[in-house]
């Protein structure tokens, strides 16, 4: 069955980098648009990033636009989320989620598959 596995978190200080990444099996990896999404303890999931299937494309949540940077490699189906100049506030634990239908509704939170997410860490 289709899988999102992702990787890269943990614990870092404030002003830190991480590279989180998401590899995906038994999906038809290039025809999906990507997103990452992110919950915070108490806190409803939200939108972080989006990428198109093609890759030409993306957009940011405005707290994350500069400082995070998505991208896919659809050979090895694959999607990273590069994050740079961490904040305590984006501490969460990050899901990636691979949606066929239009950009939109990924901007939404809606997708056909999720993974099981990765836990951020920020620390002040």
């Known amino acids: 069955q289709v899988q999102l596995v992702e990787s890269g978190g943990g614990l870092v200080q404030a002003g830190d980098s991480l590279r989180l990444s998401c590899a995906a099996s038994a999906l038809t990896f290039g025809s999906y648009n990507m997103g990452w999404f992110r919950q915070a303890p108490g806190k409803e999931r939200e939108f972080v990033a989006a990428i198109t299937w093609t890759g030409g494309s993306t957009d940011y949540a405005g707290s994350v636009k500069g400082r995070f940077t998505i991208s896919r490699d659809n050979a090895k189906t694959t999607v990273y989320l590069q994050m740079n100049s961490l904040k305590p506030e984006d501490t969460a634990v990050y899901y990636c989620?691979?949606?066929?239908?239009?950009?939109?509704?990924?901007?939404?939170?809606?997708?056909?598959?999720w993974g099981q997410g990765t836990q951020v860490t920020v620390s002040a």
């Open positions: 989620a691979a949606e066929h239908g239009p950009m939109d509704m990924l901007l939404t939170g809606i997708a056909n598959y």
